[in-house]
């Protein structure tokens, strides 16, 4: 079991805010988990400590999302998402973290400032109707971000978001898509020995923050306005791309 305090001063509260992403306000900050824990711990220690628990908190999280969701989605990012996954665990060895956070930020930055300067001159951005092809491509690349490094939420995002939903129906698909793309990863994590009986330690110590998380999320959900919720999603958009492209660049100048 990790014996740094400092990482539990850390994990403490990362995992809160984890839960809040979980239960309904704003999918953006569960990408914030592994960067943060990382201060104190590996990149690779800090994602296997967090499966557990997001598996958990998915479990609190579709028992209060379970009625609203869109099934059309569904049937086109869970499918896609196997093969991000697959390409993950086949990867592993071979793609440099920083590479992928460097893609995924760089992406989510495009994508926020397109809204935001939609918005800022006035013009009304029109709501796009599903894709499968698009679908497809963002579930994908969901599953794979997601199994690096738990930074799943942005590729969904991209794609869910610009077809304005109702923000319940939002969150109830993204936490059954995520719910099914975790439970997935603990296969390939397991047979990468990453879930290590010192890592599952850890996470057993720090599970019970799971529900807390959750509750105060689905509190903040029912309490913030549909056009509040879309500019807090697209502005923690923006600040997560910036982060993780700033972190993801460094990494391959270093290297």
């Known amino acids: 079991m990790i014996d740094d ?7 403490v509260p990362v995992i809160v805010l984890v839960g809040v ?16 824990l990382s201060f104190v711990v590996s990149p690779a220690t800090a994602a296997a400590v967090l499966l ?7 479990v609190f999280a579709v028992a209060g999302y379970r009625k609203r969701f869109d099934p059309g ?7 896609a998402a196997l093969l991000g996954v697959a390409a993950g665990y086949f990867s592993y060895e071979l793609l440099s973290e920083d590479h992928i956070k ?29 894709g499968t092809l698009r679908g497809s491509f963002f579930g994908a690349l969901a599953g794979f971000t997601s199994f690096s490094v738990h930074a799943g939420g942005p590729p969904i995002d991209m794609y869910l978001l610009p ?18 793309v975790n439970f997935i990863k603990l296969v390939p994590y397991g ?30 959900h ?34």
């Open 5 to 11: 305090p400092w990482f539990y001063v850390i994990a």
């Open 21 to 36: 992403s979980k239960g309904g306000f704003a999918g953006g900050l569960a990408v914030l988990g592994v960067p943060l």
């Open 52 to 58: 557990p628990i997001l598996v958990a908190m998915d």
């Open 73 to 79: 989605n569904l049937r086109v990012i869970m499918p």
């Open 102 to 130: 460097l893609l995924v930020g760089v992406v989510s930055l495009i994508f926020a400032v397109n809204w935001f300067r939609h918005r800022w001159l006035g013009r009304a951005v029109p709501a796009r109707k599903p």
């Open 163 to 180: 077809q304005k939903m109702n923000k319940t129906v939002l969150v109830g698909t993204t936490v059954i898509f995520f719910a099914f």
């Open 191 to 220: 047979a990468l020995g990453l879930l290590s009986a010192d890592n599952l330690r850890t996470s057993l110590a720090l599970i019970w923050l799971a529900p807390v998380g959750i509750r105060l999320g689905m509190y903040l």
């Open 222 to 255: 029912k309490r913030i306005s549909e056009n509040g919720f879309y500019l807090f999603c697209y502005g923690l958009l923006f600040l997560t791309g910036l982060k993780l492209s700033v972190e993801g660049l460094a990494g391959v100048i270093q290297g």
